[in-house]
């Protein structure tokens, strides 16, 4: 309800700036042509935001998370400051093989929008992809394991899993498994 003379904020600008502030914070830049990369951007209702990055260059494959220390979104409106933290670590070369193999399998390049803007339960995805000349960013909302957004998350969490070695790295893979 609304006071006279007093304006509601629309909930959707208020979303779409919490959007543009969370992928300044925690996307990358988009890369070097020739390069591969898969990022994905996680948005979980009850847990911290947190980026995941997997990059394919000529001296090897890296995982890199980025999360902060307590939800954007929670805290929007607090003056406390919000830090990040970053992880980066090599992937060993069989290991890079599998994660790329299953990537190409959902044909990342092709994939669009699967965002429900009203649910807000769940976990938002932003997921973007890039191979040799060409890039893909989509939205999506909750997938389940076996759509290809759930396959590319999934996959990045297991490499995250089996890579990640200090203890907020991997809770925050644990927080986000959660959701699948």
């Known amino acids: 309800m609304s006071q006279k003379g007093v304006s509601m904020p629309d909930p959707y600008e208020i979303l779409i700036e919490y959007k543009q502030n969370l992928a300044k914070t925690l996307m990358s830049n988009p890369h070097n042509k020739g390069e591969r990369m898969l990022e994905i951007l996680c948005c979980p209702s009850f847990h911290v935001e947190t980026s995941i990055e997997v990059i394919q260059q000529s001296e090897g494959t890296t995982l890199r998370l980025t999360s902060l220390n307590k939800s954007l979104w929670w805290n929007r ?104």
């Open 77 to 180: 409106h607090m003056e406390e400051t919000i830090e990040t933290f970053t992880e980066s670590c090599l992937v060993s070369e069989w290991r890079a093989k599998r994660f790329w193999k299953k990537v190409e399998s959902v044909n990342p390049l092709k994939l669009t929008d699967d965002y429900e803007p009203d649910v807000l339960d769940g976990i938002g995805l932003t997921i973007r992809y890039q191979a040799e000349n060409h890039t893909n960013q989509h939205e999506s909302h909750s997938p389940s394991r076996i759509h290809p957004d759930g396959i590319l998350l999934k996959s990045t969490l297991d490499l995250g899993r089996w890579v990640l070695k200090t203890r907020d790295s991997r809770n925050r893979i644990k927080e986000i498994r959660s959701y699948l």
